[in-house]
């Protein structure tokens, strides 16, 4: 299988006054196209840090990452962009969705600048699919957490991503909606083939997926593969 | 940079999208906008009716193609003149006493003896109608209709000037070139020439004033007036054309307009103000919404031109708005205006102001937004992850671009409306000054306070104290705001004080308040003998000879006039000076330099005593000389001093004063004043000295206080009118910025609640920090005005300015007030609610 992210010794280095604070080094792993890849670890491991330089959302300061194929040292912030909008699809923790635009809105966002003209239908029908067809012009704030993560899922998916990084997908869910979002995250990707980086410090949620990489203090303690669910 | 293509539909779509749910905090921005436009747009289309009115009414201004005018009877040589151009109208006029016999009541009026068919343009507005043309047939008067109703008269009725009476053949309503606060103190009463001679109202020394009218509708009057100006001018008459008239008349409304510029000025900074400090908070929280948007794959560019669109949008909106207010404004103009302009303005519209409007609508809310909205462009998409104040840093070179473009814009825009580039500079400079100013002394005060922090007062002071200085605080965005709104208000308050001062209009008892004018020397002692008789007080007895200059420094006054080396203000070359003499300086006059001479000894010198006015236009030192020519004789002088006069106070004052001993028997005349307890004992005294001096002109104080003070009433209230437009401005502008400031709060505000705050330590918090922003930011705006209205009052509007303490005691606890109210305000929905439900809707 082909490996649609490449991360070769990886390290992020803050600088706060005279002081340097290097939260994670040494990283390199692969990920496989199809997959489903968790990263775990406690609280200060790096583990967001290391999704948002694995996006392409901020930069390194040392070693490589190549994401679907590219780069992205090579690329400037537009270039960055463009790629996430055409490969990359996101799911926060925190859901993150536009709240001056309504469920709909949000979905198509990627689809319109795709230049999608049929972004209004291939929304719908994604929020159809995630349970919101009565939802589709609330705003954020009408609806509930469960809901919001929902219309980001289908946001998510909404652009077909070759690959989709949800930083906490749970973290904001009772333990009953946070176990149907990840049902539905993984029924939709099960559907698009997408490859699935997830980010999480409940190891049920990880012990569900293909592969774990492990941090804990900024470095890699383990990198297990596992046989999921999905394969089995 | 991206090689997408830039899908504007999608970014109509998505600036719509976003803006269409944050309608209410971009509806205070559009009101500055529009404010700021509508006071651009009128003023700007009403000048331009202004301008345009004069210039297509300049004949029927004028009432004829050009005019002759003298203040004597023409000489020889300017006689010969007007006969070879053919005069096909003249009058004199003159100011006189006028009496009423069907009631006994007397008034000052201003006597226009004419002959012939004048106006040729335009028209005398009369009732009935047939007046007009029937007056000079008639041998009757036209009388103003004002004083008609003042004196309950109608035609029909009489009127006697000096020795003969008129019937009153109609009401004049209008005459072309006179407004009607000019003919207030004296109307105009309109008689035929033929009679001016029989009235034996031009005796010696009266103020009289000759003119011919001409009609040459074919003429080059440009050529006419370089041919025989030069030649008028040498011989003290002049040349007025309907075109330099209209000019003239053009520029006589400057100092109004110069006003209502600096009116429409500072609206548009206010509301340039007002979108600065609300796009500055509104894009703050939009930035969160970009980041999210660069994770979804919007470029930069795309992200910046979706907040680009919408402020361009409020501003297209905005500016179409406050166009269509400020047309419909303009029309009132006409009629808050009508007694000060000697025309009907016709008010037709023009595009290019509306156009320039709705552009500057446009270009003022991109250009004040682009610094905050650099932000957009700047944000990094990790901000979706975790909050970093670094990735919100502007770049160092595109603020500085920002901020001179900025300055470029005031500057272009002062001068646009100040028509002077140096005045729109020094506008600029004090603008940018100004706010240095102020960014320095917000900054400095969060640096004090940081430094001495009261650890010792309470916990809901502590905390207020702390939200001046620390991250995410608004202190040096309210100061600027509340200060610079401030500042604008009160410098247009102190302007207005500039251009409303006025001389105490107290008539204190026993200051004189009859004078009397032009008593000639035969009629003095019948005069002094009939107050004498009636008890009156005669309180000063002033004489006045007539004189001009003949030479100034051994050169003369004909020599200077063609010399254009000199530099001299040329005015008193041709004027006749009315001077007296006395030896004491009155209580209205101060020896600025020299020294006062009383008397003059004989073999000495004669040393006058010069008004400072003069001798600056002259160009006169102490030690110079002039030399006189008293009605044929020359007389040598020398400036032995130079007065400060107070021309404002109502008494006699005199440019020139000569020492006592020189001029005692030269030919003169006199005038008179006295004091009278009322307005009955004034009326009698007044019918009787028409009866038995027809000549002599009175001047009733107490009747000229009132119109003045009326004058003075309708010039406030313009005034005010047009200040108000800017301060109910400057109100949107500030309380659209503290109501913007709610969302900077909230969210502290909803966590204290949560942590158990109580209402009422919530309240103090807000309470506190708002009262300190307020008092700062509105405390340094009025100190900052007070030098910028000293700045105006000397180099704009050359006048006077002694600060008012109103604005101290009105606009500091006025607008901390204001901000204090707005503030708590903010507050409701963080106390009336779950925590989380406002969290839910409000973030």
Known sequence: ?232 | MSNRKINLPWLLKMAWRDGKASISRLMLFMASIILGIAAVVSIQLFSANLKDNIKKQSKSLMGADFIIDSRNKPSKKVQAIIDSLQPAANEVNFVSMAAFPKNDGTKLVKVRAIKGNFPFYGKLATAPLTAAAQYQKKGGALVDATLLLQYNLKPGDSIKLGKVIFPITGSLKSIPGTTAISSSIAPTVLIPYRFLEQTQLIQLGSRKEYQYFFKAPNMDLEVLDQKIDPILDDNNADLDTHTSTSRRLGRRYDNVGRFLNLVAFIALLLGCVGIASSVHIYIKEKLKNVAVLKCLGVSRKQSFLIYLLQIIGIGLVGGIIGAGIGTALQFAFPYILQDFLPFDVVVSITLQPIFMGIVLGIFMSVLFALLPLLGTWYVSPLEVLRTSEENAQKPRKARIFTLLAIVLFVFLFSFWMLKSAVNGFAFTIGIVITFAIMAGVSSLFMKLIKKWFPTNWSFTKRQSILNLYRPNNQTMVLVLAIGLGTFLISTLYFTKDILLAKTSLENKKNDANIILMDVQSQQETALLQSFKSKGLEVIDNIPIITMRMHSIRGKSVNDIRKDTTIQMRKWMLNREFRVTYRDVLSDTEELMSGNWTGTVEKGKPISISVADNVARDANLKVGDEIVFNIQGVLMKTIVGSIRKVDWGSMKVNFSIVFPKGVLENAPKFNVITTYVANKESSAVLQRDLVQNFPSVTILDLRQVFTIVEDIIDKVSWIINFMAFFSIITGLIVLIGSVRNSKYQRIKESVLLRTLGAKSKQIYQITAYEYIFLGLLGSFIGILLSLVSSQLLAVFLFKEPFVPSIIPFLVLVPGITFLVFIIGLSNLNTVLKSPPLEVLRKEM
């Open chain 1, 1 to 232: 299988m082909s490996k649609i992210l490449k991360i070769n010794d990886l390290e992020k280095t803050y600088t706060s006054g005279s002081k340097n604070l290097t939260v994670i080094s040494n990283i390199s792993f692969e990920v496989e196209q199809g997959s489903i890849f968790s990263i775990v670890g406690p609280s200060g491991s790096g583990k967001t840090t290391l999704l948002g330089l694995c996006a392409g959302l901020d930069y390194p300061t040392s070693g490589t990452v190549e994401l679907c194929g590219t780069a992205l040292q090579d690329l400037n912030e537009d270039k960055r962009a463009e790629l996430r909008n055409k490969e990359v699809g996101f799911i926060f923790q925190n859901f993150q969705l536009l709240p001056t635009l309504t469920a709909l809105e949000n979905v198509i966002v990627p689809l319109e600048l795709q230049g999608e003209k049929n972004a209004t239908k291939i929304g719908t029908e994604l929020l159809t699919k995630v349970g919101l067809q009565d939802r589709l012009y609330h705003y954020p704030s009408q609806l509930s957490g469960g809901e919001q993560q929902r219309v980001a899922l289908a946001r998510a998916f909404s652009n077909k991503p070759s690959i989709l990084f949800a930083d906490e997908p749970t973290g904001n869910l009772d333990e009953e909606t946070g176990e149907k979002v990840i049902q539905l995250l993984f029924e939709l990707n099960k559907e698009a083939g997408t490859t699935l980086v997830i980010i999480t410090h409940d190891l049920d949620l990880a012990n569900r997926t293909q592969q774990i990489l492990r941090l804990k203090g900024g470095k890699i303690i383990a990198n297990e593969k596992l046989v999921s669910e999905h394969e089995q």
